[in-house]
């Protein structure tokens, strides 16, 4: 691991005063938030391929593909299919976070990624609430990604914490953020290249007869009502007899708001949501923070 100083985590709760949800200008920062540098870069990587490997199975399509990428995080060993550089790809990445990780958080990453890829149906939503309970879990954010982000801190914890009924629905209220965030910026986009059938605009529009302009608002009234939930739902985990006394739940925990205002900075940022033709500026409530 690198030498870089860890900065250290926004508070939990949050303080008065204090940008919620955090997040950092990363490009002016030399560091990492809350983590290693060099874990980080690893973590960066594994979150790039699964992005890439998303697109694969996006609507409905190209399902064959999930077995290789589940074989190559059970075997660690080769690629199922040795020309596929998709495969190779991940074999790459996962034998460098196998060698850097702690062997139970990698067997933890690993169920929870194939958690995500058998969650991976495709069905038509007809109202919001069916929309959240089937998103929460294959968003990925309630499973690999949250694997992952734990590697990326070093955070090693039990399965019985990450399974908590608390801790799940902690990291189930961050999971609804990044699903109804998503959807929000990537709505033109989907809608140009048809494939928003599944966007939760589109859903408001097609059965609730909503306009776009009212779509918007209403799913920024829920993306802020989520932040709040996760005030809740996070001192609820710390708040437990048993979860509350692990400062490495508390670390978990504080970090977790970050991806919240870490995914509406890179919603933002890349092109491909087109953030020019979203206006979403009135709930930024984030801004450079200073690491002391």
């Known amino acids: 691991m690198s030498?870089?100083?860890?900065?250290k985590a926004a508070p939990f709760?949050?303080?008065p005063g204090q940008p919620y949800p955090p997040t950092r200008n990363h490009p002016r920062w030399r560091g990492a938030p809350a983590a290693d540098f060099d874990r980080m870069v690893w973590g960066a990587r594994i979150a790039g391929i699964f992005f890439l490997a998303d697109d694969y199975i996006d609507s409905g399509k190209m399902l064959d593909r999930i077995t290789g990428f589940k074989a190559v995080r059970t075997s660690i060993s080769q690629p199922l299919h040795k020309e596929d550089q998709a495969e190779i790809c991940h074999d790459m990445v996962f034998r460098a976070i196998k060698a850097t990780s702690h062997p139970h958080t990698f067997d933890q990453l690993t169920k929870c990624t194939h958690e995500w890829w058998d969650s991976n149906i495709h069905e038509p939503f007809q109202n919001v609430d069916q929309y959240l309970a089937v998103r929460r879990v294959n968003i990925a954010m309630l499973c690999y990604s949250s694997a992952y982000f734990r590697y990326t801190l070093d955070i090693n914890l039990t399965d019985e914490q990450i399974y908590h009924p608390l801790m799940r629905e902690a990291e189930g209220v961050i999971s609804d953020h990044v699903g109804l965030t998503n959807d929000y910026f990537s709505y033109i986009k989907e809608k140009m290249t048809n494939s928003d059938d599944t966007?939760?605009?589109r859903i408001l529009m097609d059965h609730e007869n909503l306009t776009y302009p009212e779509a918007k608002i209403v799913i920024e009234k829920k993306i802020r009502q989520k932040e709040q939930d996760f005030i809740i739902a996070g001192m609820a985990v710390l708040n437990d007899p048993g979860l509350g006394k692990d400062p490495e739940v508390y670390r978990w925990i504080s970090n977790l708001q970050y991806c919240m205002g870490g995914n509406l900075a890179?919603?933002?940022?890349?092109?491909?949501?087109e953030r020019k033709l979203q206006s979403f500026t009135n709930m930024l409530l984030f801004r450079v923070e200073d690491i002391t």
């Open 199 to 201: 966007n939760i605009i």
């Open 13 to 15: 709760p949050p303080l």
């Open 3 to 7: 030498s870089t100083r860890v900065g």
């Open 266 to 273: 890179w919603s933002q940022e890349v092109m491909t949501f």
